[in-house]
């Protein structure tokens, strides 16, 4: 299997790389964030995100167009994909950022007690909706924001009918089922794996590099999938220890 799922961020060419990847009529995944498509919304306003950081139109007339084909599969980055509690943090004394720790998480947080399954379910909800009613498509994959989560997620990801569930594969691993998810381990493209993930901006450099890779792109079928695996276990381990160390950097520098 092969498959690279683009986390929709930053849109720094106005859509020219999508158009390309759309003509190549292979499969691959779009982990849209919800509230870029809500340029109403307070983020582009208070700080949060640059005040025109949302998806510009032409973006999601592509986006639009592609939900209407069977090889493009869509998912989901949470809600608004950034952690309230820690941005009253990093933005105190009078907005000037602090970069102490990671903002950009949404279901789960070291800083805090964990979100109930209810509560994730609410934001979660919030966001497909959002999708649903912009892109007239529903999304397939739960992709937790920064790649944090926690059991409540997955709990709640299985309640709204996701049929995948992005993590980071810290190690090389095949796709698993978990209970009723279809899990994607998805890696960096200079990694081996089967599914990998990369950031829209981050394809302007070497962008011939992920066509290759969607040019052999294949469609996601059920037998990719194989049990969970202790190695499975342990990548999940292995995420919250990446995630905490990157924290515990930044503060040293920082700090
Ligand atoms: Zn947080
Ligand atoms: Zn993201």
């Known amino acids: 299997m092969r498959f690279l799922d683009i986390h929709l961020e930053y849109c720094d060419d106005n859509g020219r790389r999508l158009e390309k ?19 109403e919304h307070e983020s582009f306003k208070n700080g949060i995100h640059p005040s025109d950081y949302y998806y510009p139109d032409r973006i999601v007339d592509i ?24 941005l009253k943090t990093e933005f105190k004394d009078g907005g000037k950022r602090e970069f102490k720790r990671d903002l950009w998480h949404e279901n789960s947080c070291f800083y805090k007690k964990e979100k109930s399954v209810e509560e994730q379910i609410e934001f979660m909800k919030k966001g497909k909706e959002v999708i649903e009613d912009k892109l007239k498509v529903s999304p397939l994959i739960y992709c937790p924001p920064n790649h944090m989560f926690d059991n409540n997620t997955k709990t709640a990801a299985e309640e709204l009918g996701y049929e995948f569930f992005a993590v980071k594969g810290i ?14 381990p998805e890696r960096k493209v200079w990694q081996n794996g089967d599914v990998f993930y990369t950031h829209y901006d981050q394809m302007n450099e070497e962008f011939c590099k992920y066509l290759r890779i969607i040019e052999s792109s294949t469609l996601i079928l059920d037998d990719f999938f194989s049990d969970k695996t202790s190695k499975a276990w342990l990548n999940e381990k ?13 503060r040293a520098i920082y700090g």
């Open 21 to 39: 990847i759309a003509e190549l009529g292979k499969p691959f995944g779009i982990s849209v964030v919800p509230v870029l498509l809500l340029p």
């Open 63 to 86: 986006l639009r167009e592609l939900a209407k084909e069977d090889f493009v599969v869509f998912g989901q980055q949470g809600f608004a994909h950034y952690c309230t509690e820690c």
């Open 171 to 184: 190690l090389s691993l095949a796709p698993y089922r978990e209970r009723k998810l279809k899990i994607l």
């Open 238 to 250: 292995l995420i919250s220890v990446y995630k905490t160390l990157r924290d515990v950097k930044n």
